[in-house]
């Protein structure tokens, strides 16, 4: 809302009265008001009214925003901390297989659907491992062999 100090007054089309002599400055007119307060009252009312509801309604839209943000953000970091956890497992699981496909009997050099385990630790396939019952030491420790353990597949 404008206020008479910020109202611009226009004075050149005031005449002013003839000099007198021995004065230094001639005087003016009364000032004209060219400010339009009946103008200034309806359009800042006008304004008033549909201002005041549309800042009621951008509270609302603004607090449902943030809730919304807020539980989009929890979401959003559970969801993180999942996909985290499942790379993680996922990473495991690949080094694991690879490690398996690795893992060959050191004495054939091939991977053996069944395992076989000496009671030293060392693992080769079953027979290989029948086959080393005769001379009784392991090709790796040179530890006696007085048997070994089938090793089952795990399924998960």
């Not at 005449?15 to 800042?44: A, H, I, K």
């Not at 559970?78 to 496909?101: G, T, Y």
């Amino acid at each position: 809302m404008a206020s008479h100090s910020d109202t611009i007054i226009i004075a050149d089309d005031e005449r002013l009265p003839n000099p007198e002599p021995g004065t230094s400055r001639p005087q003016r007119g009364p000032r004209r008001d060219y400010s339009y307060p009946d103008f200034e009252r309806v359009v800042f009312s006008d304004d008033a009214a549909d201002t005041a509801p549309s800042r009621k309604r951008k509270r609302t839209e603004t607090e449902e925003s943030s809730t919304l943000d807020h539980a989009f953000k929890k979401l959003r970091k559970a969801l993180d901390h999942d996909i985290q956890h499942l790379r993680k497992a996922n990473k495991e699981l690949r080094e694991e297989l690879s490690q398996l496909r690795k893992l060959d009997c050191k004495i054939c050099y091939m991977q053996p659907d069944r395992w076989v385990t000496l009671l030293c630790g060392h693992m080769f396939c079953k027979s290989c491992a029948e086959n080393l019952m005769t001379p009784r030491r392991c090709p790796i420790c040179r530890a006696p062999c007085t048997g070994y353990v089938e090793c089952k597949p795990f399924a998960g």
